[in-house]
């Protein structure tokens, strides 16, 4: 089998799994893809018989085979111990005549927690013996900050640096990165929003001068963001497993097809769904719900990607991003590896601000893909509604899928709804949508009126906020954050 990677943008140079993880993003500005994926089928009756860490290690042991089985047990055992609240991780639970996959029972409360407790550990097998420092740098629009500074505080010879859009993300979520603890960590708010910082760190990975000065440091730049293969690898795991957890409910017969309904922004989420179909999980559709910035919406209707329009401050602001990063590894596989295909159309993007795709490559998009949109308010109504008629509280990114799954014809297949993050990490909102009033209340008021009015408990580690002092208060404008990037290096890797 073939065990290398290489750009969705060029064939021509190949690295190990271990190379990609640690460069995060290849030279070229293209997303590390290996053309193996679909060689190998997991064997899903090995997989509907064990738990959440042995199809971890099943499903990593695939993708990222140039680590060892012990490297990446001892990897699995780390990341998926007593810092979750839930010995399933990712338990699956009723949503009416539906189910729910919480993602969110790890140390941050998001789903980012799957893949970023497990990114430290696998960027430090992958760099021992290497002698270099890493310096991860992340753009978030609210979850994959907070999920990376976790996962890579303390980590020896690494350091992470956190980028977010200024007064675009939640209350909780600020709070969450704003007092992180750590003398590796450093996190700034940017003026703009969430594509501003996503497409200045992708420049910041380019700057050859930059890497050439920090290169004189022993200093390398990777990222923990979900273009990062290391990242995105271990979501294929929750696929499988929900997947295993209904068959043992008995609701679904070994070989039958599931349906998964995503709310994503970035495509990393849905992505890893596509990556578990090609691996051999029964899949009928991967729903992709979007918010009021419907970017992915209109290009599976249309077949035109186009990011000029309109940004939405919304409710569910993990999602407001207008540039899926991550659609490129899926051009790259539906159009048959086709790397002057996605060159042209990613240099359409950047040049022109939209680009069109060949209907062939749509055809095989749309042979999996589906969509659908939920506005604000069909967020909010949402969020009532299944509190009132199911006794479920979720948060508003859920909400969007649910609004989307709920809207789609029955297919006759079981029909999973992600959940990405805790109703509380959302609490204003949340509330709000419940009827509440919430002016001139702060996250915590919020949090404790959600608490009192559901008779649910907030998480330990979000309520336990209000007695941590902020830590990290810098705002820059986008064109400071490579600068701020350098000083951050100086600062931890003295």
Request: charged share 25%; net charge negative; with cysteine.
């Given at each position: 089998m073939n065990t290398f990677y290489h750009s969705t943008r060029s064939a021509a140079d190949s690295v190990t799994s271990k190379q990609a993880i640690l460069a995060g993003i290849a030279p070229d500005g293209g997303l590390y893809v290996s053309d193996a994926l679909g060689e190998t089928r997991l064997a899903l009756e090995d997989v509907c018989a064990q738990d959440f860490h042995a199809t971890a290690r099943l499903v990593l042991g695939t993708l990222l085979p140039d680590y060892t089985a012990d490297e990446l047990a001892s990897c699995v055992d780390a990341a998926y111990g007593a810092q979750w609240d839930s010995e399933a991780v990712c338990p699956l639970t009723p949503l009416g005549t539906d189910w729910l996959l919480e993602l969110y029972h790890g140390p941050t409360c998001a789903f980012k927690d799957v893949a970023l407790q497990m990114l430290p550990q696998l960027m430090?097998?992958?760099?021992?013996?290497?002698?270099?420092?890493?310096?991860?740098?992340?753009?978030?629009?609210?979850?994959?900050?907070?999920?990376?500074?976790?996962?890579?505080?303390?980590?020896?010879?690494t350091g992470v640096t956190v980028f977010y859009p200024y007064g675009k993300v939640s209350d909780i979520q600020r709070l969450q990165m704003v007092t992180q603890l750590g003398g590796n960590v450093a996190v700034c708010a940017v003026r703009g929003t969430f594509d501003d910082c996503q497409g200045e760190v992708k420049r910041i990975f380019a700057d050859r001068e930059l890497a050439s000065r920090l290169a004189e440091r022993g200093v390398v730049l990777s990222s923990a963001n979900s273009i990062n293969v290391g990242r995105l690898a271990p979501q294929v795991t929750y696929y499988f497993d929900s997947y295993a957890q209904l068959v043992r409910r008995g609701v679904v017969r070994m070989g039958e097809e599931v349906t998964f309904c995503v709310p994503t922004g970035n495509f990393g989420d849905v992505l890893a769904g596509y990556y578990a179909k090609r691996m051999g999980l029964p899949v009928r559709r991967l729903v992709v719900a979007s918010n009021a910035n419907d970017v992915l919406t209109d290009f599976l209707t249309t077949g035109t990607y186009d990011r000029r329009r309109d940004f939405h401050k919304t409710i569910s602001p993990s999602m407001d991003i207008l540039v899926s990063s991550n659609l490129e590894r899926l051009l790259y596989f539906a159009s048959k590896g086709d790397c002057e295909l996605v060159t042209s159309l990613m240099a359409d993007l950047a040049e022109k601000g939209f680009y069109t795709v060949p209907e062939r490559v749509m055809d095989e998009i749309r042979s999996t893909f589906a969509c659908?949109?939920?506005?604000?308010?069909?967020?909010?109504?949402?969020?009532?509604?299944?509190?009132?008629?199911?006794?479920?509280?979720?948060?508003?990114?859920?909400?969007?899928?649910?609004?989307?799954?709920?809207?789609?014809?029955?297919?006759?297949t079981e029909r999973v709804c992600l959940s990405t993050a805790s109703p509380y990490k959302f609490c204003a909102d949340?509330?709000?949508?419940?009827?509440?009033?919430?002016?001139?209340?702060?996250?915590?008021?919020?949090m404790d009126a959600l608490e009192a009015k559901t008779r649910t408990a907030a998480p330990a580690q979000l309520s336990g906020l209000r007695a941590d002092a902020v830590l990290h208060d810098d705002v820059c404008d986008r064109e400071r954050m490579g600068g701020f990037v350098e000083s951050a290096c100086a600062r931890v890797f003295l």
């Open positions: 430090s097998v992958a760099r021992a013996g290497d002698g270099r420092k890493i310096m991860v740098v992340t753009a978030t629009s609210g979850d994959t900050g907070k999920a990376a500074l976790d996962g890579f505080a303390g980590v020896e010879g659908g949109r939920a506005d604000d308010a069909d967020t909010r109504e949402t969020i009532f509604d299944t509190w009132r008629e199911l006794d479920v509280l979720i948060d508003p990114h859920t909400a969007v899928a649910k609004h989307v799954l709920d809207a789609l014809p029955a297919d006759g949340v509330l709000a949508a419940l009827g509440e009033v919430t002016d001139g209340m702060n996250g915590f008021a919020c």
